[in-house]
């Protein structure tokens, strides 16, 4: 506890109030120093047991490198229930809130002069860095009704971010040669005919069924069994022990695994710390972004994959089949659509 400014000047009132007094008598002891010195003996009674307040945040959802959202703060009643809009602390106080902002994240402002408890407190945040980020915990500064006497006290509760790695466009020339890998593992036998269904993306214009297409009013194509039983494409990824390294090769592999998806052939990704398959369901697209997220630095799991990316000291190198590659060279210029923002309830295209 420590007096404000304002206290202080205050004090200062008392001080040549005691030399008016031994001078001039003691009228001006009663009529300066009693007063202040009740009003500096109250707010420290205010403020002796004062309890934090309980504290919600609420956090932007999980998403990419470079996202920004928004983070808002709600005080409530201690042991009250929680805190959210429409609720706050039942005795709103003047005071100062100071949030902590975790490495890899960056905040426009995390302090602010406000009455703690009347409205939440909001800032904007930016997402820097892959990983798993903590906002919180914040510290609230309580002052007295007269603004004489101030205390901080550290409120309870942090909350957490996951940053995926930043997506890039492939390049259209570069997407397909990767779905061709795809595509030489489909027998070239067309004759068994195994079942109709909804057009994808990459679908060959003579599947077709014109007929079914013209009842439905949507693109519905035949499948065959041969194409039924094409395998995924398989990627194996790893890093060197080198500052930036695991951060390049995860964007390398988040994006090309993500544009193979895009166009409807499945991902087996082989990573250092274990594998994760990523078909055309956002649920694969999110568990495949959640690895690469936190992935670090290690070897490359399988040399037979089909596409193995690996990051070094100086950039990204690809390898699809005998030919090998810098990352750079296949990164298009458009914006990729295929980004993932996760939100509370779901999983929504960037």
Do not use: C
Not at 25 to 36: C, E, H, K, Q
Not at 119 to 141: K, Q, S
Not at 231 to 251: T, Y
């Amino acid at each position: 506890m420590r007096l404000t400014g304002r206290g202080w000047a205050v004090v200062g009132a008392l001080a040549l109030a005691g030399v008016s007094a031994g001078l001039f008598g003691p009228r001006s002891l009663n009529a300066v120093v009693v007063p202040g010195l009740v009003a500096l003996a109250a707010g420290y009674l205010q403020l002796r047991r004062f309890e934090p307040p309980a504290v919600a945040r609420e956090t932007p959802p999980d998403a990419h490198v470079g996202h920004e959202g928004t983070v808002r703060l709600s005080f409530g009643d201690p042991g009250g229930p929680r805190p959210g809009p429409g609720t706050g602390l039942s005795r709103p106080f003047a005071g100062e809130v100071r949030e902590t902002v975790g490495d890899g994240l960056t905040a426009e402002s995390t302090t602010f002069e406000t009455v703690v408890g009347a409205e939440p407190v909001e800032y904007g945040v930016r997402y820097g860095a892959r990983g798993r980020h903590v906002l919180g915990p914040a510290t609230v500064t309580a002052r007295d009704l007269l603004g004489l006497v101030e205390t901080d006290v550290p409120t309870a509760g942090v909350a957490e971010v996951l940053v995926y790695p930043r997506v890039h466009a492939i390049a259209p020339r570069a997407r397909r040669d990767l779905r061709a890998l795809h595509e030489t593992g489909v027998h070239e036998e067309r004759r068994e005919f195994d079942r109709l269904r909804e057009y994808d993306r990459g679908d060959s214009l003579r599947d077709i069924h014109w007929k079914s297409t013209a009842k439905r009013e949507d693109l519905i194509v035949k499948e065959f069994a041969a194409e039924a039983e094409a395998e995924a494409v398989s990627l194996a990824a790893g890093a060197a022990a080198a500052p930036d390294a695991a951060d390049r090769m995860a964007e390398a592999a988040a994006s090309i695994a993500l544009a193979l998806v895009e166009d409807g052939v499945p991902v087996d990704v082989h990573l250092p710390d274990g594998s994760v398959t990523a078909g055309p369901d956002r649920g694969g697209r999110v568990r495949l972004l959640e690895r690469l997220a936190l992935v670090g630095p290690g070897r490359v799991a399988t040399e037979e994959a089909d596409v193995t990316v690996y990051g070094g000291a100086d950039g990204v190198r690809v390898a699809v089949g005998d030919e090998e590659l810098e990352f750079e060279e296949l990164v298009g210029t458009y914006r990729p659509s295929y980004a993932v923002v996760r939100e509370a309830e779901g999983e929504v295209a960037a």
